[in-house]
């Protein structure tokens, strides 16, 4: 997804330019849809939960949460916004930003970055997630024709396996909680799991295990300008996922919203004790659960601390209206500053 969004409107028209309008937006649909179906880290804590680091409009940022401070960090290559990057934090407190052909880490008492792995030929690299249960890591390329594919990178190696997807086509928002276990959105949806061996294959043994635990999608059909909406962002925090709900093929429309986190036990890839009844209960226990927090229809900035007791996002303060930067503490929700804090709404 192009990290440039406006929000889109749409008037009544005539009865002929109506058929043009809707044989246009059939294509434009279509073409929104191919090329926006994934959404990229825009910020990560600190180790120490101290400060918060934010792919901002004016580059890439750190926020000292305490102060309110925020000062611009060099990337390891030129910073262009509208170009699908994202980040996330290693177990030793670097910074990894996948980024055109690189993923990089950089170390903060240092102030320098160092190449991790390089993409795949003819690639960009533009999306990473870190897991604290092994070290490893997942990232995502994206190629000329916008085709994404994504990486395992083991603990300790500088070569990327391709992960498989098997019935998925993309992993939107993804993120790792601090045991291990993968967050993601798909059509609109929200998923877990992790990445699993694939039995007697040593040329591609990885692919991506998980189910859905919650059916959050959005979805409609209309002549008019859409307002289908889905999981785009994820930050698991503790006994509750927090999640960016976006207008699936565009921006204008979404919310922030949190989740109760389900207790879901995979044995070889697969959900234990897993029947069809049991799947609609999750589904009903889960949607009970759910918490709108905000209105945002772009930038959401969501990310949760290594704890779990810290969870960072922007949305609309409800009886303004106007765009805020939040910080929950420990369930406690405080506004961090508006939207000018960190260079949006310029």
Not at 169 to 176: E, Q
Not at 196 to 210: F, H, R, T
Not at 220 to 246: R, W
Request: charge should be neutral; glycine fraction near 10%.
């Amino acid at each position: 997804m192009s990290r440039s969004r406006r929000k889109f409107g749409y008037r009544r028209v005539g009865d002929s330019a109506l058929a043009r309008k809707r044989i246009c937006g059939v294509l434009t649909a279509l073409f929104l849809a191919l090329v926006s179906v994934g959404n990229c880290a825009e910020a990560a804590f600190s180790l120490d939960e101290k400060a918060v680091f934010v792919l901002s409009p004016e580059g890439l940022v750190e926020l000292d949460l305490t102060t309110k401070a925020v000062h611009t960090l060099q990337t390891p290559t030129k910073f262009d916004p509208d170009i699908d990057s994202g980040i996330s934090l290693s177990n030793a407190g670097y910074l990894l930003f996948a980024g055109n052909d690189a993923i990089s880490a950089y170390d903060p008492e240092k102030r320098n970055w160092a190449t991790v792995c390089r993409a795949p030929s003819e690639t960009t690299c533009t999306d990473v997630a870190y897991n604290p249960a092994d070290g490893s890591m997942i990232f995502q390329t994206t190629n000329r024709k916008s085709v994404m594919t994504y990486w395992l990178l083991p603990k300790g190696t500088n070569k990327p396996v391709q992960l498989r997807l098997r019935r998925i086509g993309y992993l939107s928002g993804f993120t790792f909680d601090s045991e291990g276990r993968l967050y993601f959105g798909y059509s609109g949806d929200l998923w877990t799991g992790s990445v699993c061996g694939v039995p007697d294959d040593k040329e591609s043994g990885y692919w991506i295990c998980g189910i859905r635990i919650v059916p959050l999608a959005n979805l409609e059909t209309s002549f008019s300008t859409p307002t289908n909406q889905g999981v785009q962002a994820t930050a698991p925090a503790g006994e509750l996922i927090y999640v960016h709900l976006l207008r699936l093929g565009g921006s204008g429309w979404g919310q922030i919203a949190s989740v109760s986190a389900p207790v879901v036990k995979f044995v070889d890839g697969e959900p234990e004790d897993d029947t069809l009844e049991k799947r609609f209960a999750l589904y009903q226990e889960e949607l009970k659960s759910v918490r709108l927090l905000g209105e945002n229809g772009s930038y959401s900035l969501l990310c949760s601390s290594r704890s779990g007791k810290r969870v960072f996002y922007r949305a609309a303060e409800p009886q303004t209206e106007k765009m805020k930067i939040w910080l929950v503490n420990d369930g406690k929700t405080e506004e961090i500053g508006d939207d000018t804090l960190l260079g949006f709404g310029k």
